[in-house]
Protein backbone atom coordinates (compact mmCIF):
# COMPACT_ATOMS: atom_id res chain seq x y z
CA UNK A 1 0.00 0.00 0.00
CA UNK A 2 1.17 3.43 -1.01
CA UNK A 3 1.42 6.37 1.47
CA UNK A 4 1.44 9.83 0.11
CA UNK A 5 2.88 12.88 1.45
CA UNK A 6 4.01 11.66 5.06
CA UNK A 7 5.36 14.06 7.52
CA UNK A 8 7.72 13.39 10.26
CA UNK A 9 6.67 15.35 13.70
CA UNK A 10 8.44 15.22 17.09
CA UNK A 11 6.68 15.95 20.12
CA UNK A 12 8.58 16.59 23.04
CA UNK A 13 5.76 15.81 25.62
CA UNK A 14 2.11 14.73 26.43
CA UNK A 15 0.69 18.17 26.42
CA UNK A 16 2.26 18.30 23.01
CA UNK A 17 1.04 14.89 21.72
CA UNK A 18 -2.06 16.38 23.08
CA UNK A 19 -1.89 20.13 21.63
CA UNK A 20 -1.00 18.65 18.20
CA UNK A 21 -4.46 16.53 18.25
CA UNK A 22 -6.34 19.29 19.26
CA UNK A 23 -4.58 21.32 15.86
CA UNK A 24 -6.14 18.34 13.53
CA UNK A 25 -9.33 18.21 15.88
CA UNK A 26 -9.98 22.33 14.66
CA UNK A 27 -9.34 21.83 11.28
CA UNK A 28 -11.07 18.09 10.42
CA UNK A 29 -14.42 17.96 8.89
CA UNK A 30 -17.17 15.38 9.02
CA UNK A 31 -16.37 12.07 7.14
CA UNK A 32 -12.74 11.71 8.47
CA UNK A 33 -10.74 8.63 9.21
CA UNK A 34 -7.66 8.51 11.31
CA UNK A 35 -5.56 5.07 12.03
CA UNK A 36 -3.36 5.18 15.00
CA UNK A 37 -1.01 2.72 15.26
CA UNK A 38 1.81 2.47 17.60
CA UNK A 39 3.18 0.17 20.77
CA UNK A 40 1.36 0.52 24.15
CA UNK A 41 2.13 3.51 25.69
CA UNK A 42 3.25 5.43 22.82
CA UNK A 43 0.52 8.18 23.42
CA UNK A 44 -2.70 7.23 21.01
CA UNK A 45 -5.02 7.93 23.28
CA UNK A 46 -3.49 11.12 24.43
CA UNK A 47 -3.51 12.49 21.14
CA UNK A 48 -6.94 11.56 21.12
CA UNK A 49 -7.84 13.51 24.08
CA UNK A 50 -6.63 16.45 22.06
CA UNK A 51 -8.34 15.75 18.86
CA UNK A 52 -11.73 15.96 21.16
CA UNK A 53 -10.57 18.68 22.62
CA UNK A 54 -9.97 20.76 19.19
CA UNK A 55 -13.40 19.14 18.18
CA UNK A 56 -15.37 20.56 20.96
CA UNK A 57 -16.32 17.49 22.93
CA UNK A 58 -16.95 19.10 26.68
CA UNK A 59 -14.18 18.47 28.84
CA UNK A 60 -16.13 16.62 31.72
CA UNK A 61 -15.90 13.75 29.18
CA UNK A 62 -12.71 11.87 29.88
CA UNK A 63 -11.14 9.56 27.25
CA UNK A 64 -9.44 6.98 28.23
CA UNK A 65 -8.53 3.90 26.43
CA UNK A 66 -11.38 1.67 26.64
CA UNK A 67 -10.69 -1.51 28.05
CA UNK A 68 -13.93 -3.34 27.37
CA UNK A 69 -15.73 -1.25 25.24
CA UNK A 70 -15.01 -1.21 21.49
CA UNK A 71 -16.44 2.31 20.53
CA UNK A 72 -17.01 5.19 22.59
CA UNK A 73 -19.18 8.08 21.07
CA UNK A 74 -18.31 11.66 22.37
CA UNK A 75 -20.32 14.71 21.37
CA UNK A 76 -18.91 17.43 19.26
CA UNK A 77 -18.82 19.86 16.50
CA UNK A 78 -19.24 16.59 14.57
CA UNK A 79 -19.70 13.18 16.96
CA UNK A 80 -16.42 11.69 17.56
CA UNK A 81 -15.80 7.75 17.56
CA UNK A 82 -13.34 6.72 19.63
CA UNK A 83 -12.60 3.17 18.66
CA UNK A 84 -9.75 0.69 20.28
CA UNK A 85 -9.10 -2.59 18.96
CA UNK A 86 -6.29 -3.36 21.53
CA UNK A 87 -8.10 -6.81 22.48
CA UNK A 88 -9.61 -7.68 19.24
CA UNK A 89 -7.43 -10.64 18.35
CA UNK A 90 -8.54 -11.01 14.53
CA UNK A 91 -8.68 -8.23 11.84
CA UNK A 92 -12.17 -6.30 11.57
CA UNK A 93 -13.89 -3.89 9.42
CA UNK A 94 -16.00 -0.80 10.32
CA UNK A 95 -19.16 -3.17 9.22
CA UNK A 96 -18.07 -6.21 12.31
CA UNK A 97 -18.31 -3.63 14.46
CA UNK A 98 -21.36 -2.01 13.45
CA UNK A 99 -19.80 1.39 13.07
CA UNK A 100 -20.83 1.67 9.31
CA UNK A 101 -24.61 2.09 9.97
CA UNK A 102 -23.75 4.44 13.14
CA UNK A 103 -21.23 6.28 11.09
CA UNK A 104 -22.74 7.67 7.62
CA UNK A 105 -19.78 10.10 6.99
CA UNK A 106 -21.28 12.42 10.13
CA UNK A 107 -19.10 11.75 12.20
CA UNK A 108 -15.56 11.66 12.75
CA UNK A 109 -13.42 8.15 13.64
CA UNK A 110 -10.12 7.60 15.15
CA UNK A 111 -9.02 3.93 15.65
CA UNK A 112 -6.47 2.99 17.99
CA UNK A 113 -4.73 -0.36 16.93
CA UNK A 114 -5.78 0.29 13.40
CA UNK A 115 -2.93 -2.66 11.80
CA UNK A 116 -6.11 -4.79 13.17
CA UNK A 117 -8.85 -2.73 11.02
CA UNK A 118 -9.44 -4.32 7.47
CA UNK A 119 -8.81 -1.49 5.43
CA UNK A 120 -10.36 -2.90 1.95
CA UNK A 121 -13.55 -0.54 2.27
CA UNK A 122 -11.87 2.07 3.55
CA UNK A 123 -11.79 5.15 0.49
CA UNK A 124 -9.73 7.49 2.64
CA UNK A 125 -7.55 7.74 5.88
CA UNK A 126 -5.27 9.70 7.59
CA UNK A 127 -2.55 7.19 9.21
CA UNK A 128 -0.77 8.26 12.05
CA UNK A 129 2.22 5.86 13.03
CA UNK A 130 3.64 6.56 16.55
CA UNK A 131 7.02 5.67 17.90
CA UNK A 132 8.43 5.74 21.31
CA UNK A 133 12.10 7.80 21.23
CA UNK A 134 12.49 8.08 25.08
CA UNK A 135 10.46 8.80 28.48
CA UNK A 136 8.84 11.80 27.57
CA UNK A 137 9.12 12.01 23.81
CA UNK A 138 7.68 10.22 20.84
CA UNK A 139 8.21 10.42 16.98
CA UNK A 140 4.68 10.64 14.89
CA UNK A 141 4.76 9.92 11.15
CA UNK A 142 1.65 11.66 9.74
CA UNK A 143 0.60 10.28 6.21
CA UNK A 144 -2.39 9.72 3.24
CA UNK A 145 -3.41 6.93 1.61
CA UNK A 146 -4.45 8.52 -0.83
CA UNK A 147 -3.46 11.94 -2.90
CA UNK A 148 -7.00 13.12 -1.37
CA UNK A 149 -6.18 13.07 2.20
CA UNK A 150 -2.58 14.96 1.71
CA UNK A 151 -4.09 18.24 1.36
CA UNK A 152 -4.99 17.49 4.88
CA UNK A 153 -1.35 16.26 5.60
CA UNK A 154 -0.26 19.64 4.10
CA UNK A 155 -2.44 21.30 6.42
CA UNK A 156 -1.29 19.62 9.68
CA UNK A 157 2.12 20.40 8.73
CA UNK A 158 1.40 23.93 8.52
CA UNK A 159 -0.89 24.16 11.28
CA UNK A 160 2.40 22.47 13.63
CA UNK A 161 5.24 24.15 12.26
N1 LIG B 1 5.49 13.00 24.00
C1 LIG B 1 4.53 12.24 24.58
N2 LIG B 1 3.35 12.05 23.94
C2 LIG B 1 2.39 11.26 24.47
N3 LIG B 1 2.49 10.62 25.66
C3 LIG B 1 3.65 10.78 26.34
C4 LIG B 1 4.70 11.60 25.84
N4 LIG B 1 5.71 11.56 26.73
C5 LIG B 1 5.30 10.78 27.73
N5 LIG B 1 4.07 10.30 27.52
C6 LIG B 1 3.36 9.37 28.42
O1 LIG B 1 3.17 8.15 27.70
C7 LIG B 1 1.90 7.59 28.01
C8 LIG B 1 1.08 7.48 26.73
O2 LIG B 1 -0.07 6.76 27.05
P1 LIG B 1 -1.28 6.59 26.05
O3 LIG B 1 -1.58 7.88 25.39
O4 LIG B 1 -2.38 5.91 26.82
O5 LIG B 1 -0.65 5.57 24.97
P2 LIG B 1 -1.37 4.48 24.05
O6 LIG B 1 -2.81 4.86 23.90
O7 LIG B 1 -0.58 4.52 22.77
O8 LIG B 1 -1.19 3.16 24.76
C9 LIG B 1 1.25 8.50 29.03
O9 LIG B 1 1.51 8.01 30.30
C10 LIG B 1 1.97 9.83 28.80
O10 LIG B 1 2.02 10.62 29.97
MG1 LIG C 1 -4.59 3.68 24.11
Known sequence: MSHFAGI???????????LLGQKIGTSISAGTVICLTGDLGSGKTSFVQGLAMGLGVPDDYYITSPTYVLINEYPGRYPL????????????????????????????????????????????????????????????TISANVPEVSALVERIAKAWA
Open 8 to 18: QVITRCLEETQ
Open 81 to 140: FHVDLYRIEEPVDFEDIGLYEILHGKGVVVVEWADKLSKDFLAEYLTIHFEILNEESRKL
